[in-house]
């Protein structure tokens, strides 16, 4: 994933997303847990001589693990006997406000049609809940990645919306019909979230996740590719906490969000509870208004109704009645 393309808008068509939802959904969901266990580390091609440096030994150290994996069509394999039709179709839920927020970005920034923003974001919730990975640090890989571009290719062999190097993760496409799924995007949200989540756990770190990523792991450093994944997922942290506007600003600007700072200093982890508490932060806001303008509202009807009393039901002067002789 060294070498990144130019690409383009995104290319997703309905009638691409159509074979996504209706092929790759149903065994994508359940499958991409087993995918997980047999995630490899794209390393391949960048450790075949030996380099005395602690990075390089945990990068051996990592592909000899790949190796020793069964394999990611032994582990499907019973799922897919035991679920010869598949599972029940995808579930249309309205979007919460902070994924429709995130999709606002995605489209107002990247140039993507709203309704696939929309499912985008959608996606990776759904598979950031089933890798315990924040759903915006997949888009913001997703959007360093391609730009949202899920036909992007890169001359080193990475392809799709995150980028996977198909030629080495190959099997991991098996349960969504082969390698030419590389470049629908669900699958290659779910392989590429997989192989991330894997190199979390592995390393430790984000950043050093994101530096093995990307495909440098025996690299003095990832030539900045942690940080601009981070400084657009700040930017969809203000967008997911319910402003949009400012997050396209802070885009437009060059400009990141507050929580940049915190994960440039390093973190070890950005699970999925990250996201629950933003949504949390948003839903908590919106009751505290919806309370506060049914205060108002209760307010204005009680001044309406006084208002339209019978002047004989008012309260009578201190004084007494009004003498006219």
């Known amino acids: 994933m ?5 690409t383009s808008p995104s290319a997703i068509t309905h009638e691409e997303k159509k074979p996504v939802l209706e092929r790759f959904w149903p065994t994508g969901v359940i499958a991409s847990f087993a995918v997980a266990a047999a995630v490899g580390l794209h390393i391949a091609g960048y450790t075949t001589a030996p380099v005395k440096t602690e990075v390089a030994a945990e990068a ?3 592909e000899a693990e790949e190796a020793e994996d069964a394999g990611a069509d032994a582990l499907i394999a019973p799922w897919e006997e035991a679920h010869p039709n598949g599972v ?20 107002r920034s990247y140039r993507v049609p709203m309704a696939e923003a929309e499912q985008l974001t959608t996606w990776a919730v759904e598979i950031g809940a089933g890798f315990d990975v924040d759903p915006l640090l997949i888009l913001a890989v997703a959007a360093v990645e ?6 992007a290719k890169s001359g080193a062999g990475a392809e799709g919306l995150m980028q996977v190097m198909t030629r080495v993760h190959a099997e991991k496409f098996h349960a ?8 629908a995007p669900y699958p290659s949200m779910v392989v590429g979230t997989s192989i991330l989540s894997r190199l979390i756990t592995r390393t430790g770190s984000v950043q050093k996740a994101l530096k093995f990523y990307f495909g440098a792991a025996n690299q003095p450093s990832d030539g900045g590719y942690s940080e601009r994944v981070f400084k657009e997922r700040s930017r969809m942290r203000v967008a997911a906490g319910g402003d949009s506007d400012h997050a396209v600003q802070l885009s437009r600007k060059k400009r990141t969000g507050p929580e940049f700072a915190q994960t440039r200093a390093g973190v070890k982890q950005l699970g999925f509870r990250k996201w ?3 949504t949390g932060i948003v839903e908590t806001k919106l009751a505290q208004n919806e309370g506060k303008v049914r205060q108002l509202q209760a ?27």
Do not use: C, H, M, W
């Not at 060294?2 to 130019?6: A, D």
């Not at 109704?305 to 004084?319: H, W, Y």
């Open 276 to 278: 629950t508490e933003v």
């Open 176 to 183: 969504f019909g082969g390698p030419q799924a590389a470049l």
């Open 299 to 325: 307010s204005s009807d009680d001044a309406q109704k006084r208002s339209a009393e019978p002047l004989e039901n008012a309260p009578g002067d201190a004084g007494g009645p009004t003498r006219l002789n």
């Open 60 to 62: 051996l150290a990592l």
């Open 146 to 151: 391609s730009s949202f571009n899920p036909k």
């Open 2 to 6: 060294k070498k990144k393309v130019k």
């Open 88 to 107: 029940p179709a995808e579930k249309e839920d309205a979007l919460s406000v902070s994924e429709k927020e995130v999709a606002t970005y995605i489209s």
